[in-house]
């Protein structure tokens, strides 16, 4: 239709009264006013009058003469369509049609009978799609109208909803460009979350409720996936996805933008963090509820739809691999080039509930379907073969696994995996991106906020007419704080955790049966029982499976063990599978190589003994009870001492070495948990048969796992002694001087005001920048400090506890000379004429300094190993042991009060008096001896002389099975040495005991 005669129509339409009293014409039928009412359009110049707006009279129907019909109503609807010069608020074409929809949806069957409604619901269908099509024919100069419809009815009227998926279908039916139609609508989401950046407190839920109906429909959930692909170039960052159409129903969190919620940490109460956390997690469940909604319609779509979702989620994971790197843990959470935090969280909840139904039910065969080789299979380079195989997830055969693959073995061979297994992966992924790393947040800033009360205290201590240091001091805690209480808030959302909790539940008995399979197992088809010893060698499929899994699990069990440890109390079953995972795993390097995921087991372990958490008011008598039968009655509870023992070695074995202070971080929860095992009659026999075993085979191959520990403690013992000593003396002197500084300005000798002066003005003419980091260094020794003394101070007390009940081993000619020289040389420096060295005035309790506890600990030691031969090896140990030793230990006990050891020491001191005398006679025997009788490495006479294979040399078998302890191999020429490759010298021994026995006859006829 030309635009000159639709101007004519529009005037004549607008000239037509807009309500007439009655007609002079035939009545119409009952048919016909029910159209008229229903599209508003008429063909008679006057219409019945009635409340409301008066249908519009086309020229046309008038001019045809006849009455509006089925037959008529479709031409009629055109023209009504076509006209633009119409009233502001009758809307345009669109809201026509709509408003169309909404009154036949409101007649009842009886006014309009199953037959009309669907021929007048096809033609306002099919006038939808045409409309949808071509606006601008219909005066639309955009779909605003379309947008408008949506945001007024969507989810809130069933008809609506019906009436546009009949649309919808229709317009895939024409093969309409249902990109280019919809585009606008999809874009929408982006902008508006866009516009708020991510705000949880401004967020619209109404494009949540479109994305829920428009993912119902395969050809628009296609659109909606196909409209939010990125370009795949990773140097655009993976920040990227938070910004289309699919992406931004993820974004909005408690962590962006900072400063939304908690302002003014510092002034909330408890019961106020607990209103705000409250109102986040009802917002957070929300977005994961629906977002899962969105994504499991569009993967019940199925076909293409469902293929570019998993395409469009792994894509989204590879583009953000580098939230994983360690840098990105000491990020303020707005993710830089990344996406956000709270959008990899919110991804990571909506996949752990896709995954909700393989994994919830532990006995279900479902879960064992999940196929261990799916990261080893080489990746298809086709979109067609990855649908194919389930398998768009790439880069994972990157990933470090539980146990290194043979160079010589073959990749797995591609084959058809399922999705449960890609659901499972890309769950494990993003967790590994978002769960875990905010996790490892929340523990730095915990530790960070501890750090910032202690220099804000220090702060105070100096602060005279520093009020400006002091504020900032305090503005820079109250932000950590803030985001502090945001992230926990995130974290702790119920049914996040409790998802997370119900995964990696199932991923433990998942890992424990892939640990337990014989190495030509088939596949598992049904769980099976844990018995140890386990199958030796392990299955392949360990070699297959990533560390991550592992480590996803880990992390979660300390986050839900120091934070929420009141979850244990509702999943006691939880609570078993996990620690059957602990046991199989930690002390098996055959089924889990790296040290440090070991390492981290134990710390999970700490967090399953029945006491966690009580010193922080967490503790609950229900889950400390369930947590207690783990360790009496669980069925592999006998694992634990050895497990433990086989971890606490295996980090310092060569290979698998770790720094020094990582080292002794890893074992600071070892020691808690044999500490309570110890308290255990089960556990405590453990220790004991472990010991009796390693003397049993004191000669093997391999030392005995419980001789290897003791040796490595009494390692420990030393190193970490020596260096809190060392740091005490520093910080000693530091002190001192400053002590000394503040002493001098007090005095009236003109010297010492002078000496004052210049060191003030010497300090203060360094540049402000120097002076704090002369502060940062002294507080960072500090902490150093106080590090070592606490770890010292277990290490010593594990070493009581042992003894307490352990002797012999103790005792064997291999360990009880360095047990002695250590014991000795601490009490010495502890007790001695420099222990006044070590006390830093009026602050040793800021370093955790208590050699109160340090001397009743050795002291103990010595009372418990007292023996003929423990006291004659204390009186042997030239470098610290004199008479004068245990008078001055004697001295130090009465002024702490530990009055009760007296005696016990007084009796050491007796035996190790007594035992001086024979020690001096048998020294000035060997002084006599021939030097093929001295052992080469410490000058002694031989008692057991044993031949060394590979160098030849000759040497005491209580040196030799001291070096062996720390250091398999010849200490001659370095080559490989074991117990039981030595040989013995037994003519050299007999030469020996020989020359002994003339040589003290000799001595005796001369005493006589």
Known sequence: MSEQDQQPRDRAAAELPAKSACSSGPAPDRSTLLLERLFGVTGRRLAAAGSGPAPLLLPELTASGAPLSLDTLQEAVFERLMVTDRPADEGDAWTYLVRCSGRVAAETSTQLPDEQRAAVRELIVQNGSTVLQQPDIFGMENRRSFFESLRAHLAIDGWFDDFLRAVVLRLVEEEAPLRDIFQETFQYIQRVVGETKGSLMNMDRFVYSLATFMSTMAPLAETLVSLSEVPDTLSLGGVLYCRVPLGSLLWPSALNPVGEFFDQPVTLTQQSVDVVNSSIWTSERFIAETVHKVFENILRCGGRARQLLLRWIAACLRANAGRAKIWHTDMDGSGGHMAPDGFMLNLGSVLLRLSLPFVRDLDSPKLLEVDPTYCAAPMPTSEEQQAARWQHLADLDKETCLVPRPEDAPPPAPGKFNFRTECFYLCHKTLQLGLKVLQDKLSKLNGELGRMQRVYRDALTQAAGQDAELEGIKGRFEGLMQRYLCLKAALTEPSRTEHASQFLTATAVWLTQQAARPADDEPLRSRRELTFPLPSPVHPSLSCIPEMLADNLTSHLLAVGRFTPEQWSVAPDAC????????????????????????????????????????????????????????????????VVPALLHVFVSIEMTGQSVQFEEKFNYRRPMYVIMKYLWSVDRHRNMFFSLSESAERDMDSATPPIFLRFINLLMNDAVFLLDEALSYMTQLRDQLQHRQTEEYSALTTSPSHVQVQHRQTEEYSALPAQQRHQQEANFRHMGMLARFHNIMARETISALEMLTSGIRSIFLQPAIVDRVVAMLNYFLLQLVGPKRRELKVRDTSDDYDFKPGELVTGICKIYTQLECEQFCAAVAADERSYSPQLFTDAIQ??????????????????????????????????????????????????????????????ICDRSTIARHLLSDQSDPFNRKPLTMEQVEPAAELKAEIEEWRRQKLAERSAGDR
């Open 576 to 639: 078993r599978h996990m620690f059957s995972f602990i046991l199989v795993f930690m002390g098996s390097t055959e089924r889990m190589r790296n040290p440090h995921l070991r390492a981290q087991l134990a710390a999970c372990l700490e967090v399953l003994l029945p006491d966690f958490g009580e010193e922080h008011g967490h503790g609950l008598l229900s889950a400390g009870y369930q947590r207690q039968q783990l360790f009496l009655s669980h069925e592999l509870a006998d694992q």
């Open 892 to 953: 130090v006990l009465a002024r702490i009060g530990q009055g009760q050891l007296i005696p016990a020491v007084e009796s050491v001191a007796a035996q190790v008096a007594g035992s001086g005398a024979a020690l001096k006679a048998e020294e000035d025997l060997a002084a006599q001896a021939p030097d093929h009788f001295l052992d080469p490495i410490i000058s002694s006479l031989m008692a057991d002389p044993v031949r060394l294979p590979t160098s030849g040399i």
